[in-house]
């Protein structure tokens, strides 16, 4: 609470995670739905302004009915652009990679010694494989031998799939690293000299030494992985190996915003700017969250 930045990204972020949550519940459009009324298609509704309705909308207003204003527009297919900016939104994920790389890392950098030593190597192996590659034959691979049809996976496609394997395969290992070298930086000081020459117990030593030294680094990563994983499924999504369609996401709509870029620039400003916000907001809470947490700040 003495971070005024931090404070204000905390706000910020549950600012959108409500919106997330709470604008599918309230805006009637669905990010597939092609604009209609009473069952007629309204192809006048193409790349609508913010807050704008299409002639066949606003005679349904005038005779009475009542519809659900655009509030980001439309897309270039009659589609409502806020919602789909915000199913876009909901796409990212990196939990996985701070549990395997937390679990991983503890393990090497306490154990120490000729399992640090095999850990560190399986690292550098993993470290060395290039993402993108990885995620392009995963997909290939997956496209030709992985059935989805059915499944609640059938929206996100086999490239989206293949986008989290990589996450849990490749993605842990920087932060693995930091947690290794964080504790084995910890090891060494007198403290937990002490606590073992007292008969302390290992789970005690990490419980109430080494865990609450190392949790400004584990708070700091996560905060800048989930930016990572934004970014990672935006450029994919930008190049065409993200999500599939008509399943939006952040990326994919600031691809396909570019080729009305002239004429309608605000469609690639929401989606854009929506990135920019989750990323520096992210950023700033994880600072704000390493100084709370950090003993050392503490005293």
Not at 157 to 179: C, D, K, Q
Not at 214 to 220: E, P
Request: positive net charge; proline residues 5%; aromatic residues 8%.
């Amino acid at each position: 609470m003495k971070n005024p930045l931090a404070v204000l990204s905390l706000i910020l972020l549950a600012i959108i995670l409500i919106t997330i949550i709470a604008a599918p519940m309230i805006v009637p459009y669905k990010y597939e739905e092609i604009m209609s009324i009473n069952g007629k298609r309204d192809k006048g509704a193409k790349n609508l302004a913010p807050f704008t309705y299409s002639k066949m909308e606003q005679q349904y207003i005038d005779q009475g009915g009542t519809r659900f204003p655009h509030i980001f527009g439309t897309d270039e297919q009659c589609r409502d652009y806020f919602i789909r900016v915000v199913y876009g939104t909901r796409v990212f994920a990196s939990l996985i990679v701070l549990i395997i790389g937390m679990i991983y890392g503890s393990i090497s950098g306490y154990v120490g010694g000729r399992t640090d030593l095999i850990m560190m190597r399986i690292v550098d192996i993993i470290y060395s494989l290039p993402d993108m590659l990885v995620i392009i034959l995963i997909s290939v691979v997956l496209d030709q031998v992985l059935d989805l049809t059915g499944s609640p996976l059938a929206k996100l496609g086999t490239n989206m799939v293949s986008i989290f394997i990589v996450f849990g395969l490749l993605y842990w290992v920087g932060m693995a690293r930091l947690i290794r070298g964080q504790i084995l930086s910890i090891k060494q000081n007198e403290y937990i000299l002490a606590a073992r020459a007292i008969g302390a117990k290992p789970g005690r030593i990490i419980k109430r030494h080494i865990l609450p030294n190392c949790l400004s680094v584990i708070i700091i990563s996560a905060a800048l992985q989930v930016p990572s994983a934004i970014f990672t499924e935006s450029y994919l999504s930008f190049l065409g190996l993200g999500v599939r369609a008509p399943m939006p996401s952040l990326g994919s709509l600031a691809n396909a915003a570019r080729e009305g870029l002239q004429s309608y620039p605000y469609k690639l400003v929401f989606p854009a700017l929506t990135i920019c916000l989750i990323v520096l907001s992210l950023n700033l809470l994880g600072d704000g969250l390493r100084d709370a947490f950090d003993p050392k700040l503490k005293r």
